[in-house]
């Protein structure tokens, strides 16, 4: 059975950074692409971000681009998401996700990102 | 980038009813659509993939159609556990993008 557990977020000033961590489990991490997609407070789903099993290809929404970083440890069967220069507008629930027929297949839980001085 | 409209934004039904929610595409999509239900609280599930295929496990009254610009989820009789809000997404050039989202509610 695929899991997804997602971890790291918490409240954060303007301008502070947040790593994120989905750590995976039931199928073959290591050739799995993954995705990031946020839920902003009374919001619809966004997609935020992607990457291939063998990292050589990422790609972000365009709020997401020169300040989120995807990335993965295939050893660790987990994947990232380094957010700096956060902004109150990043407030939300962050979902991991793996692909599947190039659309987002099985979803972890989420865990809160809250932006607030 | 393909944006998507989706539409109607919300609705009210009751059990039994059929139920279809529409996204339009700005481009034509090469039928890398699918459908989600979401619940609060919980994991988004995904109910249909490249336009028609019913996810495995996923229960037969739904049922997505369409293709190129305007697709469609169909929920044949809608169920008390059908209450949820319901999103298309579509990939194109490895940009993925949401439609806004149907409240679908009781009646």
């Known amino acids: 059975e695929v899991q997804l557990v997602e971890s790291g977020g918490g409240l954060v000033q303007p301008g502070g950074s947040l790593r994120l961590s989905c750590a995976a489990s039931g199928f073959t991490f290591s050739v799995t692409w993954m995705h990031w997609v946020r839920q902003e407070p009374g919001k619809g789903l966004v997609w935020v971000s992607f990457i291939t099993g063998d990292e050589t290809l990422t790609n972000y929404a365009d709020f997401a681009k020169g300040r989120f970083t995807i990335s993965r440890d295939n050893a660790k069967n987990t994947v990232y998401l380094q957010m700096n220069s956060l902004r109150a507008e990043d407030t939300g629930v962050y979902y991991c996700a793996t692909d599947k027929e190039w659309l987002p297949d099985s979803w972890g839980r989420g865990t809160l990102v809250t932006v607030s001085s | ?107």
């Open chain 2, 1 to 107: 980038d393909i944006q998507m409209t989706q539409s109607p934004s919300s609705l009210s039904a009751s059990v039994g009813d059929r139920v279809t929610i529409t996204c339009r595409a700005s481009q034509a999509n090469r039928n890398y659509l699918g459908w989600y239900q979401h619940k609060p609280g919980k994991a988004p599930k995904r109910l249909i993939y490249a336009a028609s295929r019913l996810q495995s496990g996923v229960p037969s009254r739904f049922s997505g159609g369409g293709s190129g610009t305007e697709f469609t989820l169909t929920i044949s009789s809608l169920q008390p556990e059908d209450f949820a809000t319901y999103y298309c997404i579509q990939h194109d050039n490895y940009v993925w993008t949401f439609g806004q989202g149907t409240k679908v509610e009781n009646k």
